[in-house]
Structures are given as structure tokens and as C-alpha cells.
């Protein structure tokens, strides 16, 4: 039983901290959002160069064959940075689909995620299906050799920026079944695709997808026909430990930003600060920030384990940070006051950020459903 | 005690909702709906004013002699609670609520006869000059300052968080006219022509990101402005009574007809709104509790609004209880923004800069969803302005329980 | 529409509030908690004496006629006193059943009420039906003239005081039907009833009674046969009602001991009501008591309206007073410090009382659900 | 980073619950369910401790030459975890972890020599006089006084909150010796046999009401009690110190263990509860979404602990951190003695006054049910000894944040 990072982790966490002070202060940050590619591909290429592209990946594949508590690490320190370059949606998301996919996949389509050549995103939610991972009205017909795919697929994250989609689509079964649910790699380009890119709240990109008779080959396949709806929940699942590391290093900054303003900001000839309601509300936004830290190690600790343990886990920590999300979030507003308020502080971004993380994969109602469900 | 409402007042009941039906257009209540942060562009404002002039209804705290609606208690509050019901837009505070009866109370004859009117008629429109970047809570600190210099004031310093100073003909300001001991002593309230030499607004964007000229607060900046003496308000030095005087003006709206608008509303998309796993959010436990928990604090407010309207029109005074209707009434309705981007979940996500913009193609997702977020993200400001909520509380804890 | 009470109202609240303060101080009431009775007889018939024994009951039952504003009256300053005495029991419950009954039942049993000869408890709860008033495994059959009842009903408030019980059964239909619920009035002293009786956590006394073969004239029917569900839930709506009065009551008295006590403590050279943190939670016990006022009033104004307007009313009601009850007495100890955890002191009493409250006619969740199937 | 237990440790766990299935008896258990304040009559707390002390467990925390138990840091949180699982009893921690750490740190050999074996041993039962009816969170405000009278102290005053002190049989006291101008300085720490002369012990009665003698508080009278020289701890004046010193060693329970025993409980009694609608209440939404959020509560709290335990055994200091564990793992038990009142609903409101009266007939209602309302009434004093939670807040305030 140990709780301490190893040296070459500690290593990795020093890396990315670099990255952020150097490449990530605010006024870059809000420079990349407001560009008209919205991420740096710049930075995205230094990512590869630092071999953060490679992290989750077998050393067979080109990889280094790191584990959950490295990703926890660099998107943790990505969180600090409001780094909006897709590191969850391509190497986690959609590297976690790759890195369980044939040899032939993988040969094909990790190297070039590796290098940086390619972004990825998952196109999954659907209008109808909230949080429901296997509410698909999007099908998927064989066609000889083809699959043919016809579907709406909404609020697809990263997806301006990517070259391959990863599309869940029903193969067989009715609208809401576990079986019959199956995983395809599609060219962005295809035909047939249509895309609608637009901004978001919180300064990523996204897309509503629509598939109109694109036609796959069934060499784009993940798995076996019908049968991705575990492997789906066990990806989210590793997602979903990955949003919590980003929310924990988002929730640092605005912890020790508020604490710092309220050491500075005067009113009634003191700092603020030394309101004791200040200070308990203070006390409570750390606390909120110390039992998520320790659900993001426990969920990431816990990913390896069976079926029901690792769905606890996942639930139970996203209930844990989407709780911390909101009241870190909203607190830190409140305290600063009018300026918590402008656009031109950072604050306001992170709290955006930590909002739209309560909603992503589920929100507390969604995750104690499905805690109580696996219980 | 007794719920219902006379004869008399049914019928002025169904007057409000008869002038609410045929002003309250479909154009002004779709611009409305499309506002990232309540307001829309001042000639939409100005117009529904207007209507309220013209039918004698625009000013219903003032005294029928300045032509305010002479209503009676009941139908202040019959008034007030059928404009919320409707969503139909609050009038603009700054020149009616706030700087009128400062004017009406403290003025010369000559400032009444110059502004009251062009306020009832909204030819003037006007913005408040209160807070500045080291003065928030601490109003009491200021630091604008307004130098004698015979027959004006140099007036230098900033005032920041002002509301829709970009329409603004005139503002009122605190300044700093004496160095003294006591902050609270030394400060002025005067009136400034925003047409003046020296004065610049910009525009603050905040969290929601609405885009100039819809944007909703500016910082203004006074750069050697000079201020004819005739427009200071009653005495040198004695702004703060004031401000304090107009402070009471500021509180007591009643919050429950607007927010049981948004719980129906919410309601509403709730039933459209599908769960995933083949019901709707409607019929989700979960979310029903929520939302009618919240109902149930808006009816406990509700209620105690009317037993405060039932003490004012019984004639009892009603003082700091009132922050208790700030408090309560701003936390639910953060409370339903909350609950409200629950209910969208993705459609929560994308950014539309300027909803107003005239696009042709349809918004990302559900029309209704199209200002949540930003209503979410611009409702934070409810607990900060007009004394925080933590300061609401500090008063009930001085005022009202003797602490 | 007005919220001002009127002279006859406010003479009323007078004459309880001179009651509690020369009769129902802390010892005496103490004292009376205490005692082999658990209430004193004499305060009851004082009680007559004052009137307050006739008040809902009809001019032509002998009663004064008055409605809920004046029993809220009587209670909310009842629920200051901590009275134990059970008024709301036998007047507002029993009563409430009683004012309804037959002329033959009325003029029977409403005089002796009225004289403070007669306590009388209602006897509804069942081990298994936690709030559900429907759900009964009492029976009563009908043999000839008589209704047999057998069955037991738990911690029946005031039995041990009573002469009379009203008692819920089953006459037909499932375990949790609508219908085939019969209300029968029972002698205490009836062959075949047996209680237990005990003292309840916040000075009362309770029994639980077992029915076996007690026989009943079917003169003892309340109204129809079977069809006694509406009226059980409306007089439990009433009783509600009066519940939130008491709750409103002890709230008071809670929330200026508590300030009284924060301005007059001193830790660390200030009196302890100079902290703001203890000030805004004094603060919001105040908001949660005003609010806890207003839905009081609510409920008591609607209780004449149709069904669904009412259930909601005193289902919103207690959502409020239970949150009320909770947030106030929990916080009125904590306040109090190690002296909010003597018994010796009257805080902890209300701290009982108000918890007690919380549950009585079902708690939060169940008056959601209602709500909720109401709305 | 790694969560399981080495080979080692795990031969260690299994030692550890052998002991407890062979020592921790039914009797125990069953007396222990009982319990209104989670004490119990002297002597079944002697007799465990006294298994401990054979076992060599008794002190964990005590250095080995001391008779300490040599424990890893990890055989520490696994000793530990596995006692709370169970729920079997604490060691009365008034002499084993908080005057014992004084008098080893402060003591002269004499001291040592004459107190500690007896602790260990359990032949001496201790406790704390700190708090006073003037002094509860703010103890360096304390007047119980002891006057130099050359080779003896006069010791007079009072002090309040001793738990089980009508079993004790030495009582360590902070007692006033100096008036300063700094309240902390002038108090000395001293230790006083409870069968002086001029000592009165009276009961307190709490809220659940459990009569004496197992009821849990009293308040102890000093009226003119001649106490030895050789029992000043340390430097006379310096109490304040060693004081501070102890308090370390008040916080840093592991919580979770005992709060997951609770969390299971409740689940178990909410499968025996029927819901009046023909289901129970472990069916019930509302009531096990509570529960759920009830335990993952309690599972952020048992990684906050592991990773305090893991900072603690790589030799780190954890200070006011700590303080995060008193508020949260109180918190999350009054939460959980909420939820045990509202699942068993009526039979909450039956009063047992005494629940170890051997009574002839059964329990009203279940006998689960018997002291769950005494142990919520009770367990108010968990946010409010030991340093208040808003004590406990100031501090990591202060401490940890800066302010």
C-alpha cells in the first residue's frame, strides 16, 4: 500500500508543468481559443515530441505501455492549464478503443497518433439517449464487404479537428439494447459524412454529425459485430478517470487563485480573507478538492478491477467531482465578486471548464443510477 | 387572514393582463428569449416603457403628483406579479427606481422639473455610478473624485459594473468630494451628462460572452469632467444618507412570479426532454424531487412576500427583512439556471456568440436550450451585486437579530 | 387578500401565551413529563375552561366553530410551551374525524370533549406500512350488528391518556387498497384490547395496542362503510397543518435562545455571536423559520380547497418544516456547544421535539412522492 | 502508487482478526449494540483492554521501550481498520493516548515509572479534566486554579465534559497557576487521584438521557484539593504546551472503517424496512441514493486517510491536514444517524431509558431499532468536542489556506 509517485512520474508531472508555464499562461490559452483552428497544432506536435502521444500505448505498438496513474498525471497538470488540445478524446478515449483493437488497427492507426499526425474523436451521444451509452438510433447495415451507416451523432467533441472518427452504431437489437451495438473507424472525409463545427462554452470544439448511407469497410470494425457495449462502458469508464484528473488540477488553480485574491482583495479596510465566512467557505472548497483528489486515485487504482468494482468506482468518483465541480466552481465566482464575473479573468474559465465536466459522461443523477445499479 | 382578492382587484387584474396581452408583443417576447443576459437593445426597452407611460402605469412606487399609478397596495402587488408571470420585461431601475425618488426626495425644484419627467417618458435614460474597482461591498471606500472648483466639479476616477451605460444619456454618481476620517462622510452624489468631455465607456464582457452592444455591464472612465454644481444632489458630503435612502428602493421586488415562470417553463422542457432510457425527464424521480423542491421554497417565498406586502399595506414598515427576499429569491434562481443545464446535458456545450445574430440555419440542439448555459453562467452575478448575499446576511445578523 | 389577524385572533394567542408563561415554564414542564401521568389533567381541564377544547367544533355541537387560523393559533403557541398535552391529538385529529361523524356521534361524543372529560388518540400505524395510511392488516369483520377487529397498531400517540380510539381497519379489499378502509370508535376499555404503553424521546407517551376479537357496534362506524380513505387523508391533511404550527412554535423559541445565548457566551473575549460565521448561520435558521411561517399559513389557508390543491399544500408544507425542523434544531445545538447536549437545558427538549416532527405524517421523501403524484 | 497489502501485512490482517473472533465475544457485541452513547460498563472495557495488553496490542502508538506495540506504519492502519470493521471498542483513550504521550514526552522518570505501567496495563483509569463551564472551545480562558501552598497545590474550580469519570481514578487536569496577561500562559498541567479529598463527581445527562452510571459526561468539583508537588507535569506554567502537544494526538483516527460498518448496517436494516408500498426500503430511490452518496462520501475519506497514512509511514509530518478527518468523518456519522432515524420512522420515537435493563419482555419495535434515535441524539457532541468543527475550520484556515 503506497500513495507515492514514483520518480520518473514525478518526472512526467515536472514535464508537463513546464509545458504549461511556458506555453499555457492565460493570455496564450485564450489566443489558442480564439484562433480560428481553436487548438495549436503546435503544441500538439510538442506533445508528441515529449511522448505524451505514446503514454497509454504497448511498447509493441510504438508505445510506452504506461498505465492509468501516468494519464492521471499529465491530465491532471493539463487541467491546471485548461489545456484544450484533445489529449482526452484522442489518446484516452479513442486510444483506449485502439489500444484493444486487431494488430492490423493498431499497426494502421496508432503510429500516426503517436507522431501527431492524427487527431481522433468518439461520436457516441446521440439527442435521444442522454447519457445512455446504448441508446443508438445511429445504424449500421451490411452491405457485403461494407458496412452502410445512417445516424445523427450530436455535440461531438473534438471533432473539428479530427481526421478519424470513432462511431457506435446499431448492428442489430432495438434502440436501447446492450447487444447489437458495434464500433467503426471512419475517415472524416468519407462521404456521406456532413459536419457542423461550432465552439464551445468552455473553449473546445465540437461537431453534430450527420451520417447519410457512408459506407465502412468492415476492416474499420472494433471487435466483434455487436458486441462493443462492454468494451464502450470500460473505455468511458477509463474517460471518466480522466475527466476527474482534469477537474482535480482545474480545481487546484481555482482554489489557490481564490485563496490568493482573498488575501489581496480589500473591503471594510481588510482582506477580505479574514471574513470568517470567507474562511469556511474556503475550508470547504479545499476539502471538496481533497476527497476528489483521493477519488481520482482511487478510480485510477481501481480501473484493473472486475466489472462492478470498476463501474463503482467510476460512478462514485464522478459523483465526488461533479459534486466538488460545482461548488468549487460557483464558490470561487462568488468570492471574487464583480471579477469573478469578466470574461478577462481566468476564473471564469475554470469555472466554464469544471461546469461542463459535471455533464460530461453523466451527471450525479446519471452516476448514482448507475451506482445504486451495480451495488 | 384571507387569500383572495376582491372584486375590485379581479378587475384590475384582468385590465394588467389585457395590456400585457396586447403590448407584451410575440416580437419582444421571442428577443427576450434569445437574451444571454436578460436585456435586449435599448429601442425594444424604450418601447415597452412607452406603453407603460401611455397607460399611466409606468411608475408605480411614485407619488401620483409626479404621475406615478397612484395604486393601491393589492395592486402593486397584483401589478407586479402578473408583469412576472408573463416574463414581460422589468422596466429599467436606474432612472424610475433609483435615481427618481433620491431626486423626488432631496432634489431642488428646479432638478425635479428638469428630470423627473424626461425619466417618466424615458427620454433620458440613465445609469448608475456606485461601484468602482477597489469599491465593491466596501462602497464606502471610494475613491472618484470630484474637486470644487467654483461653479463645477473636476470629476476623475472610474466606476465599474455599470449596467447598459452604453444607452446612457445620464448617470448618477457617488464621488468623493472631502477627504475625512470617516469613509463614509466625505461623499457627494451628483448627476453627470454622459455627453460630457473627459468620459469614456467600455464595455466589461463577462462569463456568458454576450458581444457589444448587448453586453450588459461597461467600466466608465472620467477624465477631468466637469460637473456644473446645480447637479449635485441635496448637500455637499451627505451622499451617503442618499444612497442608503435609495437602498431601500432597491429591495423588496417580489421574486415568486418570475421564478415559478421558470419552474414551469422548466416544466415544461422537462416533459420534452428524453432520459435515454425511454421515458422523459418528466417522469425521472430524481429530477422531479429537484424541481419541485424548488417549487415548494418559491411557494415559502411567495408567502413571504405577501406577508410582507400584507405588513406594507397595512402600513408597518418593512426594513432589513427584506434581504431575506434578495437572499432567497436569487439562490433559487440560480437553483432552476442549475437544474435548467441539467436538464439539456449536452446541449449545454455549444457556444453561440451572438444569439440575436440573424442566422439562417437552426440553432445546435432544442431552441430552449440555445440560453441556458449563458443564463447559468450570468446568473452568478445575482448573490454578488446589490450588496452580495453575504452582506444580506450580515445585515439580517445586525439588523434584524441584533448580533 | 390580508395576513393581519384579527382582535378575537390576537386575544386568543394572548390567553395561550399567559397560559404557557404562568403554567409551562421548563421545570414545570419538567415536572409534569416526569410524573407517573406524563400530562396534568388540571391543564386540560384549563384548557376547557379557556374554550379552547370546543374550537373547531360546530355552535350546534356545543363548540365555538372556529377554523384552522385559530387552531394554528392555539398550537404555534402550544409548540412554544412544548405542551404535551394532546391537543392536536384529540381536538384537531379525533376531533377532526368527530366534527364529521353522524349527529348520533356527535352529540355522543363531542360534549365530552369539549368538558375535558375525554382524551382521545387515533390509532393508524401499523408496523409494516411506515406512512402509507392505505396499507392495513387490521381487520375488522362484520358479524351481525358488531364489526370484530383484529390487529395491531403501533406507537399510538396519547392512547395511554385516552378514553376513546378511533381506529383504522379493513373491511374489504387488499392489504394497501384505496378502498375498504372503515374507521370504528373504540372504548380504551373494550374487551380484547390490550396496549403497552410507553414515554416517547420527546415527552409524550405512546402505546402499542393489540387488537384480538374486540367487538364493535356498528354504531361505532364513522361515515360509510369501506370508504374511509379520503377522509383519514384529509383529516391527516389538517393534522399536518396543525403539526407545522407546533413546528413553527418551537422554531421560534429555538432560534432566540439560540441568539439570546450566542450574545451573552464568550470564548476567546467576544461573545460568540460576534462570529460571522455563527451569525449567518443564525441567519439562515432565521430564513428557514420565515420560510417554515409562511408555508404554515399556506397550508392552513388552503385546507379548504379541492383535493389536489390541498394534498399539495400540506405536502409542500411539511417538505419545508421537516427541512426546517432539521436544519434549526440540529444547528440550535451546535450553537449551544456542550450545553446543547444537557438534558437539563430546555434546547435539547426542542431539539427532540422538533426531530420527532420531522417524521410524524411521514417525512421528506414521502411527502415528495406525494407531491410529486399530486403535481 | 499501489493498493494492496503486502504478503506480510496480509499474514498480519489475518493475525488480527483472529483475534478479534476469538476476543471481541458476543457478550461484547451485544452489550455494545446497546449502548445509547457507545459506552459501557467499566469492567467489559477493562476486560478488552485487557486481552489487548496480553497480546502486546494495547498501545500502538507508544514507543516499543515503552511497551508500545511496534507496529509498521501499515500494520497500524491495518490494526486499526480491521478493530473498526468490526466495531469492537476503543481503548478508553484519556490514559493510553493522551496523558501517557504527556507524561512520556514531559514527565520526570519518577512520573513515568509510577503512571505508565499502570496504563498499560489498565489498572488505573484515567481522565480529562480540560473544558469548564466557561472554557469549552476556548480553553485557555480556564479559572480552575491551584495555589502554591509550598510542597502542595490548593486546587479549586471545576471542570466539565469528563467523560467516564465516574470511573476514574486519576484525572489529568490544565489548572491556572499564574494570572498573566496572555490567558495561555499561567497554566500548568498537573495530575490529580480522583480519592482526594474535596473532589465531587456529578453526572451530567445528555440529550439521549442514559441514566447513571453509564452515562457518558460528568462535571468534577474541586474544593480545596491538596495535590503533590510531584505531580506538576513539566514546568510549572507551561501546561499550555503539553496541552497542545496531546491535542496531535486526539486527531488522526482512521473513520471510514467504522462509518462502512455503519453504512453496511443501515443497508441491512433498510432491507428489512417495508416502504407501506409493498416494497423495502432498499428498493427505495430517494432513500438509497442518500445511502449511496452516504458511502462514497465515506470512501473519499478512506482515500483521504490512505494517503495520509501512506505521507505518514514515508516519515512526512501530517499536521492540520488532519483536521479535514475530525470534520468530514463526524459529519458523514451524524449524516449516517440521520438516516438510521428516518429508515425505521415510528420506532424512532419510543423511549428506553435504560437500554441494558435485562427486561422480560421484547423491545418495542425491532431490536435494531433500540438505539438508533438515543445514538443521533448523542452523536450531536461529535462536531462540537474535541475542537469544534468551526474550531477545526479556523485551523486549516489558518494553517493550511494561509488566511
Known amino acids: 500500500m503506497d500513495f507515492s509517485f514514483s520518480e520518473e512520474q514525478t518526472l512526467l508531472r515536472n514535464t508537463i508543468q513546464s509545458f504549461i508555464q511556458d506555453n499555457y499562461d492565460f493570455d496564450k490559452r485564450t489566443e489558442i481559443v480564439k484562433s480560428e483552428e481553436g487548438m495549436k497544432i503546435k503544441n500538439w506536435k510538442l506533445f508528441s515530441d515529449l511522448g505524451l502521444l505514446g503514454l497509454p500505448f504497448s511498447e509493441d505498438d510504438g508505445g510506452l505501455g504506461f498505465g492509468p496513474i501516468e494519464l492521471m498525471i499529465v491530465v491532471e497538470e493539463f487541467g491546471k492549464g485548461l489545456v484544450v488540445e484533445p489529449y482526452i478524446q484522442t489518446i484516452v478515449t479513442c486510444g483506449g478503443f485502439l489500444k484493444r483493437a486487431s494488430e492490423k488497427q493498431r499497426s494502421k492507426y496508432i503510429p500516426k497518433i503517436i507522431s501527431g499526425e492524427d487527431i481522433w474523436a468518439f461520436a457516441y451521444a446521440e439527442p435521444q439517449g442522454r447519457y445512455n451509452l446504448n441508446d443508438l438510433t445511429t445504424k449500421a447495415s451490411k452491405e457485403g464487404d461494407n458496412y452502410i451507416l445512417n445516424g445523427y451523432k450530436c455535440v461531438v467533441s473534438a471533432a473539428p479537428w479530427s481526421k478519424k472518427l470513432i462511431v457506435s452504431a446499431r448492428t442489430s437489437g432495438d434502440q436501447r439494447d446492450e447487444e447489437g451495438i458495434s464500433l467503426f473507424i471512419l475517415d472524416k472525409d468519407s462521404s456521406g459524412i456532413s459536419l457542423r463545427d461550432y465552439p464551445t462554452v468552455d473553449g473546445s470544439r465540437a461537431s453534430e454529425i450527420i451520417l447519410e448511407d457512408v459506407k465502412v469497410s468492415s476492416e474499420n470494425l472494433i471487435g466483434e459485430e455487436g458486441k462493443a457495449s462492454e468494451l464502450i462502458e470500460q473505455v468511458v469508464d477509463e474517460s471518466i478517470a480522466a475527466v476527474c484528473a482534469e477537474a482535480i488540477g482545474a480545481m487546484s488553480v481555482l482554489n489557490e487563485t481564490t485563496v490568493e485574491y482573498c488575501k489581496t482583495r480589500k473591503q471594510f479596510g481588510q482582506p477580505i480573507g479574514k471574513f470568517q465566512v470567507l474562511q469556511h467557505r474556503m475550508v470547504d472548497m479545499f476539502m471538496q478538492y481533497e476527497q476528489s483528489v483521493s477519488m481520482t486515485y482511487m478510480v485510477n487504482l481501481k480501473l484493473h478491477e472486475e466489472y462492478s468494482e470498476r463501474r463503482k468506482a467510476a460512478s462514485g468518483a464522478k459523483v465526488q467531482i461533479c459534486k466538488a465541480a460545482k461548488f468549487i466552481g460557483q464558490s470561487a465566482i462568488q468570492l471574487h465578486g464583480g471579477m469573478g464575473m469578466t470574461d478577462e479573468l481566468n476564473v471564469g474559465h475554470y469555472f466554464k471548464r469544471l461546469s461542463m465536466i459535471e455533464n460530461l459522461f453523466g451527471n450525479i443523477d446519471h452516476h448514482l443510477k448507475k451506482y445504486a445499479s451495480t451495488a | ?403
Open chain 2, 1 to 403: 387572514m384571507e387569500l383572495g382578492l376582491s372584486d375590485e382587484d379581479l378587475g384590475f387584474r384582468d385590465e394588467v393582463r389585457d395590456f400585457i396581452k396586447k403590448t407584451f408583443t410575440n416580437e419582444m417576447r421571442k428577443k427576450l428569449s434569445l437574451s444571454k443576459n436578460g436585456h435586449v437593445e435599448k429601442g425594444l426597452h424604450v418601447e415597452w416603457q412607452n406603453a407603460l407611460y401611455k397607460k399611466g402605469w409606468i411608475a408605480p412606487n411614485w407619488p401620483k403628483e409626479h404621475g406615478g399609478a397612484g395604486f393601491s397596495a393589492t395592486q402593486k402587488y397584483v401589478f407586479e406579479t402578473e408583469m412576472a408571470r408573463e416574463g414581460a420585461p422589468r422596466t429599467v431601475p436606474f432612472g424610475l427606481s433609483m435615481v427618481a425618488p433620491v431626486i423626488m426626495e432631496f432634489g431642488t425644484d428646479e432638478q425635479k422639473e428638469k428630470f423627473l419627467p424626461d425619466i417618466l417618458s424615458t427620454k433620458v435614460w440613465w445609469c448608475q455610478g456606485y461601484s468602482e474597482p477597489g469599491s465593491g461591498s466596501d462602497l464606502a471606500s471610494l475613491q472618484c473624485k470630484a474637486e470644487d472648483k467654483g461653479d463645477y466639479y473636476l470629476v476623475n476616477g472610474t466606476k465599474i459594473w455599470t449596467t447598459m451605460a452604453q444607452y446612457a444619456d445620464w448617470i448618477f454618481c457617488l464621488v468623493r468630494t472631502t477627504k475625512t476620517e470617516k469613509p463614509q462622510q466625505g461623499i457627494s452624489f451628483i448627476l453627470i451628462d454622459m455627453s460630457s468631455k473627459g468620459i469614456e465607456v467600455r464595455p466589461l464582457i463577462t462569463l456568458e460572452q454576450t458581444p457589444d452592444p448587448h453586453h450588459e455591464v461597461n467600466q466608465v472612465f472620467f477624465e477631468d469632467v466637469r460637473v456644473p454644481k446645480e447637479n449635485l444632489i441635496g448637500e455637499e458630503n451627505k451622499g451617503w444618507t442618499y444612497a442608503k435612502y435609495l437602498l431601500e428602493f432597491e429591495r423588496g421586488n417580489a421574486y415568486s412570479p418570475g421564478l415559478y415562470r421558470a419552474v414551469n417553463n422548466l416544466r415544461e422542457i422537462a416533459k420534452d426532454t428524453p432520459t435515454g432510457y425511454g421515458r422523459n425527464l418528466i417522469d425521472d424521480n430524481d429530477f422531479i424531487n429537484k424541481l419541485n423542491e424548488c417549487e415548494i421554497q418559491i411557494q415559502a417565498m411567495e408567502f413571504v412576500e405577501l406577508r410582507i406586502f400584507s405588513a406594507l399595506s397595512a402600513g408597518e414598515r418593512v426594513g432589513p427583512e427584506s434581504s431575506i427576499l434578495k437572499c432567497r429569491g436569487t439562490e433559487i434562481q440560480q437553483l432552476l439556471q442549475e437544474l435548467s443545464v441539467e436538464a439539456i446535458s449536452h446541449w449545454s456545450i455549444p457556444f453561440i456568440e451572438d444569439t440575436f445574430a440573424n442566422v439562417n440555419e437552426p440553432s445546435i440542439g432544442p431552441d430552449y436550450a440555445l440560453t441556458i448555459t449563458p443564463n447559468y453562467f450570468n446568473g452568478r452575478k445575482t448573490t454578488i451585486y446589490a450588496g452580495s448575499n453575504e452582506i444580506q446576511r450580515n445585515i439580517i445578523s445586525k439588523a434584524v437579530l441584533g448580533l
